[in-house]
T-cell receptor
Framework: DGGITQSPKYLFRKEGQNVTLSCEQNLNHDAMYWYRQDPGQGLRLIYYSQIVNDFQKGDIAEGYSVSREKKESFPLTVTSAQKNPTAFYLC??????????????FGPGTRLTVL | AQSVAQPEDQVNVAEGNPLTVKCTYSVSGNPYLFWYVQYPNRGLQFLLKYITGDNLVKGSYGFEAEFNKSQTSFHLKKPSALVSDSALYFCAVRIDGGATNKLIFGTGTLLAVQP
């Protein structure tokens, strides 16, 4: 899981509540990503950010929001507008250069359960 | 549209036997191809990648993959499976020259190695 941390590991939320998932990296990577993983569907991209103070929607951004105020941090907020938020959420980052610039490095994930 | 297909939800193999996990892709342009492995409730770990050069790529833990341009495939292989190889495997692709490192993931293949 490298230098990417996600917290908490497990999160429970009641319907109608917003919740924020943390993602921090100390790898000095420029780009960061949020994915959602559901059984049998692989990983789907929610949001990504290539640089501080800039981010773009991925394939399933509805009901989610992000911010990128610092290079090392890319928090994801799951809002009450997200109709089916129960899933495993993965954060990733990519270096701008070097031999591994084409790879994504993943955090350990946060499992969100809506009660 | 770019896509990745992993046609098998699960692959079963006996320990010591060779294993193959299949992946085919559809992209417009030169593909960068990746294999990742995921253990239960963990993030994804990088196994190997094909960018250019030799079609046979060697990666971590004795795994290798062969890029076949005519068949648009990038199958993951290992000569002798271990019980500890049991995990979920993801194939992914991104476009050479793309503005971002956005990856498209397959739906995953569960590898079960029986002792």
């Amino acid at each position: 899981d490298g230098g990417i941390t996600q917290s908490p590991k497990y999160l429970f939320r009641k319907e109608g509540q917003n919740v924020t998932l943390s993602c921090e990296q100390n790898l000095n990577h420029d780009a960061m990503y949020w994915y959602r993983q559901d059984p049998g569907q692989g990983l789907r991209l929610i949001y990504y950010s290539q640089i501080v103070n800039d981010f773009q929607k991925g394939d399933i951004a509805e009901g989610y929001s992000v911010s990128r105020e610092k290079k090392e941090s890319f928090p994801l907020t799951v809002t009450s507008a997200q109709k089916n938020p129960t899933a495993f959420y993965l954060c990733a980052s990519t270096p701008a250069g070097g031999d591994r610039r084409n790879e994504q490095f993943f955090g350990p994930g946060t499992r969100l359960t809506v009660l | 549209a770019q896509s990745v297909a992993q046609p098998e939800d699960q692959v079963n193999v006996a320990e010591g036997n060779p294993l193959t996990v299949k992946c085919t892709y559809s992209v417009s342009g030169n593909p960068y191809l990746f294999w990742y492995v995921q253990y239960p409730n963990r993030g994804l770990q990088f196994l190997l990648k094909y960018i250019t050069g030799d079609n046979l790529v060697k990666g971590s833990y004795g795994f290798e993959a062969e890029f076949n341009k005519s068949q648009t495939s990038f199958h993951l292989k290992k000569p002798s499976a271990l019980v500890s190889d049991s995990a979920l495997y993801f194939c992914a692709v991104r476009i050479d020259g793309g503005a971002t490192n956005k990856l498209i993931f397959g739906t995953g293949t569960l590898l079960a190695v029986q002792p």
